[in-house]
């Protein structure tokens, strides 16, 4: 079974930058899509970003301008580029993959750990 594992997040002051890291660890040539999500404490999970392909990107609007999302499909790595970065970004963040049609993680699956960002002066 696949494992996906975040990386990169940190403490940083409101305006600050951070750069997010997927790994998956199996089946990368057959990832069709991969994506970031969001909780903030108190929170449901939110969608913040997805990648199709390689090419076509999609975001929350409440991130869009801020944050880059991409891939390096031959490593099974995606990235989240998070810049001007606001109180409102601290959650914690997880990733995901489609493989062929079906994502990795649902709401019925278990999301791990995910990787903490904090934004606070």
């Known amino acids: 079974q696949v494992q996906l594992v975040e990386s990169g997040g940190g403490s940083v002051q409101p305006g600050g930058s951070l750069r997010l890291s997927c790994e998956a660890s199996?089946?990368?040539?057959?990832?069709?899509?991969m994506a970031w999500h969001r909780q903030a404490p108190g929170q449901e999970r939110e969608l913040v970003a997805t990648?199709?392909?390689?090419?076509?990107?999609t975001y929350a609007d409440s991130v869009k301008g801020r944050f880059t999302i991409s891939r390096d499909a031959a490593k099974g790595m995606a990235y989240l580029e998070m810049t001007s970065l606001k109180p409102d970004d601290t959650a914690v963040y997880y990733c995901?993959?489609?493989?062929?049609?079906?994502?990795?993680?649902?709401?019925?699956?278990?999301w791990g750990q995910g990787t903490q960002v904090t934004v606070s002066s």
């Open positions: 995901n993959a489609r493989f062929g049609s079906a994502w990795a993680r649902t709401s019925t699956t278990s």
């Open positions: 199996a089946n990368k040539h057959y990832i069709t899509a």
């Open positions: 990648i199709i392909s390689t090419r076509h990107t």
